[in-house]
């Protein structure tokens, strides 16, 4: 079996197909169980995101995706046109890319390397990462920090976090007197909150499912946040300009009514929604409604876009480092290949050496010279070793040429040598 990739991406699949197959963190450790027991696979690792689901595999493709069909109650057709599928060295180099954010939607962002680091962690966790994956995510991840160092490929980026500003300010200029919540309260979020902190908000507000949680992220802000529990959201919705919202949860967490009751109190003053989660905390419908400016995780490209020009010119010289590290991988791989059967010769020329020192010790004990037990000893080793070429090119050379060649290599035999 080899090495696979199946996957989805921004540049593949719009955002409603990729929150259907996507894997929110709670899911994602009974996931890989349920991939790892259901189906014949050695091997497997899955990264979701919200730009992306990948599956990394040591099996067989179209029984990963057939699963991943059933996993998500979604029928094949709905999503197949959508799918990459990448095997062995172009696996290898897709796995490369995406580590140094060269296949990202902001291009060198560097929350990819921490997103493919956790994902591993996870499998590690579900025992489903064993040799072959093991082997390829850790010369990754030093791949990835070598090239991200070497290259530059990630400077001048502006990232998910600093476009939603960017965004916002778009329709409000004056970032200083808006009212901001923050739905959830994990990484994204905090990114995103500690952006709008910098442009110090009349109030910014951090609802989560757990009290512990928001209060935790909002004495990291130091602008005087507000932590609440997430089932205040209905209550204090409209109070706020700005709303950024990345869940884990499955289902929408902001609905059309909800927002509609709240712009209507509002009275005309427009409200902008961010959604950054996959899959969607607000409702798609939202957008419809007047003085809502809702905006999802695609809808940030153009603003995400800006220093692609600079970034161009460093992401040329990491993709030849990353075909560079390939070949090295591939290379490295390779001679993985002969360590069973090296461990075999030395195991069988360890046993032989053991036989023949056994003899020449009886030999001893029976009063046979020491010059004799070391010839003998010497012979018998000899014959023992070479034993077996020597009836390979008796018996196998004529069906055989290249043995001739190959055992030439070997013992280093040259010009007249060869026919002794």
């Known amino acids: 079996m080899s090495l696979t990739v199946i996957g989805l991406n921004h540049q593949t699949a719009p955002i409603s197909v990729r929150e259907r197959l996507a894997f929110p963190a709670f899911m994602l450790a009974e996931a890989l169980t349920a991939l790892g027991s259901e189906i014949k696979i050695a091997e497997a690792m899955i990264l979701s995101t919200c730009n992306r689901t990948e599956i990394y595999c040591i099996g067989d493709a ?55 680091k956790e994902a591993v962690r996870i499998a590690r966790s579900q025992h489903t990462l064993h040799q072959h994956l093991n082997a390829l995510f850790e010369k990754t991840f030093a791949a990835a920090k070598e ?34 919540l923050m739905v959830g309260a994990g990484e994204m979020i905090e990114l995103v909150a500690t952006y709008f902190a910098a442009e110090h908000p009349r109030r910014l507000t951090v609802l989560n499912r757990t009290l512990a949680r928001a209060q935790e992220l909002c ?7 507000d932590a609440r529990i997430l089932t205040a959201l209905p209550e204090i919705l409209a109070e706020y300009d700005v709303v950024v919202s990345s869940t884990a949860s499955p289902f929408p967490v902001i609905g059309k009514g909800l927002v509609e009751r709240a712009l209507k109190q509002r009275r005309g003053m427009p409200m902008f929604l961010l959604d950054l989660a996959v899959p969607r905390d607000i409702e798609a419908e939202v957008g419809e409604l007047n003085d809502a400016y809702l905006y999802s995780v695609d809808d940030m490209v153009n603003i995400v876009q800006h220093g692609q020009a600079a970034r161009q010119q460093a992401a040329a010289t990491a993709e ?55 010839q003998r000893l010497s012979h018998e080793l000899t014959n023992s070793l070479l034993h077996a070429p020597t009836r390979a ?22 010009g007249d040598n060869r026919q002794h």
């Open 147 to 180: 090239i991200r160092n070497e290259s530059a490929v990630g400077e001048n980026s502006v990232s998910m976090a600093a476009a939603a500003v960017k965004m916002a300010a778009q329709i409000f200029p004056d970032i200083s007197a808006l009212n901001v």
């Open 393 to 414: 090119l008796n018996k196998d050379s004529q069906q055989h040429p290249e043995l001739a060649e190959a055992i030439s290599l070997i013992y280093h035999l040259h």
């Open 219 to 225: 004495s990291k802000l130091n602008v005087g946040a």
């Open 62 to 116: 179209a029984t990963v995706i057939q699963w991943l069909s059933n996993y998500h109650q979604l029928p094949l057709a709905e999503f197949a046109p959508y799918l990459y599928q990448f095997h062995d060295k172009e696996a290898v180099q897709h796995a490369f890319r995406v580590a140094c954010g060269l296949d990202s939607m902001v291009l060198g962002e560097p929350q990819i390397l921490g997103q493919l």
């Open 320 to 374: 030849k480092m990353v075909a560079n590290k390939v070949s090295e991988f591939i290379a490295w791989q390779q001679t993985r290949k002969s360590v069973p059967l090296i461990c075999a010769l030395r195991s069988q020329g360890e046993e032989h050496r053991s036989k023949a020192v056994a003899k020449a010790l009886r030999r001893l004990r029976k009063g046979t010279s020491i010059e004799e037990v070391l």
